[in-house]
């Protein structure tokens, strides 16, 4: 399995305060994902990161901002949570391996609540 | 942006069936990925292809780029492969990010 790990697992919130969710690799893989999965909707891209401090949006980025200071690590953080951004959050992680596309491979998840 | 389509939504199986779940997509993409998620779990990687054909085991995966469509086929299927299976495809140029289906859920009964 690939070194991904995601923290917390859960979180109970109230609405209005910050959050910040971790994804962490050991692969030293290049591109890192954040998803979220909501019922009827699928997983949908929130940011990526293609390189250290190198981010852009996805398709649900109101809301949500990241960070990558280092290539283990990707943050992504809610300034101020609201019961809309309730949901499962996913990590992923891909590279070019020995000159093809990767898979990603995804981290565990984080089940967020905001009440 | 590319509209990904799977059918069927919900799909209920007799172990030891075959299995075919269908994905199209609107637009010309660099490869398309199968992923599986069982209850309450976590996503697995099954397939990236860009052409052509693969198999892992029980599991099959084709797509036609021309048609826009991919297929994942499960011969004897058995109830440890319930799940959601999800098409994504990777649009080219796109720093790799994949624009998911809404999935299939597959229960296979003993």
């Known amino acids: 399995d690939a070194g991904i790990t995601q923290s917390p697992r859960h979180k109970v919130t109230e609405t209005g305060t910050p959050v910040t969710l971790r994804c962490h690799q050991t692969?030293?893989?290049?591109?890192m994902y954040w998803y979220r999965q909501d019922p009827g909707h699928g997983l949908r891209l929130i940011h990526y990161?293609?390189?250290?401090?190198?981010?852009d949006k996805g398709e649900v980025s109101d809301g949500y901002s990241v960070s990558r200071s280092k290539t283990e690590d990707f943050l992504l953080t809610l300034e101020s949570a609201t019961s809309s951004q309730t949901s499962v959050y996913f990590c992923a992680i891909s590279d070019l391996g020995g000159g093809a596309r990767d898979e990603q491979f995804f981290g565990p998840g984080t089940r967020l609540t905001v009440l | 942006k590319n509209e990904v389509e799977q059918s069927p939504q919900n799909l209920t199986a007799q172990e030891g069936e075959f299995i075919t779940i269908n994905c199209s997509y609107s637009v010309g993409i660099s490869a398309l990925h199968w992923l599986q998620q069982h209850p309450g779990g976590g996503i697995v990687s099954l397939f990236m292809l860009s052409s052509g054909k693969k198999k892992h085991g029980r599991l099959i995966a084709t797509i036609n780029i021309q048609e826009k469509h991919s297929s994942l086929h499960i011969t004897a299927s058995h109830p440890r492969d319930s799940a959601v299976y999800i098409c994504?495809?990777?649009?080219?140029?796109?720093?790799?990010?994949?624009?998911f289906g809404k999935g299939t859920l597959l229960t296979v009964n003993p």
């Open positions: 994504a495809v990777e649009s080219g140029g796109s720093n790799y990010k994949l624009t």
């Open positions: 692969e030293n893989h290049r591109y």
């Open positions: 990161s293609y390189g250290v401090k190198d981010t």
